[in-house]
């Protein structure tokens, strides 16, 4: 059974499966396919839509859902993670995980016998970014030929970004202070494919011409890299930004998101927010995510 643990460890049909399951998922009710189905959610850091997003999609599907939060689990601490996997798979069905360390997910999954979905470790978080695709898709109608911008830090959901423009094929522009690089390993993996993956220091740029301009918070949780917010302020999602790029742009946040600090409150609230509507795919994404993993 398949896990799913970053967006590059798919083929490209699969992740357009998923898109186009998640798009079906939200415009049909879908069968029960997770009818006593049991699955752990270990979530050491906190969440709001992705914790219940995976709750309500699970059980509309039939399964049930059990949840160890950070005060009851943090891996590998009162014993290994390898025998909390173990222990585990003779329990459930499935594991969702949030934690810190992307390796130890990477354990977790490589040895326990039963699916692992990745719902946001420091290094990646490819359920957002299957949720943003769907979202793009709506509004656009396809995934092809379309300019990506990404504003601010170089995080776990930028991590997915670019996995996924190598997958699909997309354009995505990275606009970030200088000194504030992606995953090195990874720019070279993006390189050696379509050299889609274009960094630059200057925001105007960055945005022209974009379809969609995306940002997130400046400081991950868990992150303690100390820096200050002014190097980040030319790289504010605002009208300015938005102006550059192009007239049906959508603006999307995988949230929370600081007003007035990565996206000025007038776009998070503007007409070319899809915040919530990207909120909601999560849900729809998660169950596509879920069939993936169970079938
Ligand atoms: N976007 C997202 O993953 O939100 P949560 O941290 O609330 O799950
Ligand atoms: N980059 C953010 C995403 C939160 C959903 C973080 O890791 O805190």
Partial sequence: MPNFIDLKDLSKDQLFDIISLSIECKNQSHSKFMLDKHV???????????????????????GTTYLLNEKEMQLGERETIEDTARVLERYADMA???CFGHSQIKKFSTVSNFPVINALTDFSHPCQVVADLVTIKECFGDLQNKKIAWFGDCN???QSWIEA?????????????????????????????????????????VADGAHCVITDTWQSMGDKKLISEEIF????????????????AIFMHCLPAYRDKEVSSEVLEGQQSVVFDEAENRLHAQKAIMHFCMN
């Fill in 40 to 62: 752990v959610l270990i979530f050491e850091k906190p969440s709001l839509r992705t914790r219940i997003s995976f709750e309500v999609g699970i059980n509309q599907l039939g």
């Fill in 96 to 98: 969702v995980i949030r």
């Fill in 156 to 158: 776990n959901v930028l």
């Fill in 165 to 205: 423009s190598v997958l699909l094929d997309f354009e995505l522009h990275i606009g970030c202070p200088e000194g504030i690089k992606p995953n090195q390993k990874t720019i070279l993996w993006a390189n050696e494919r379509n050299k889609k993956i274009k960094i630059n220091h200057n925001p105007l740029q």
């Fill in 233 to 248: 302020l030319p790289f504010q999602v605002n009208k300015n930004i938005m102006k550059q790029a192009q007239d049906n």
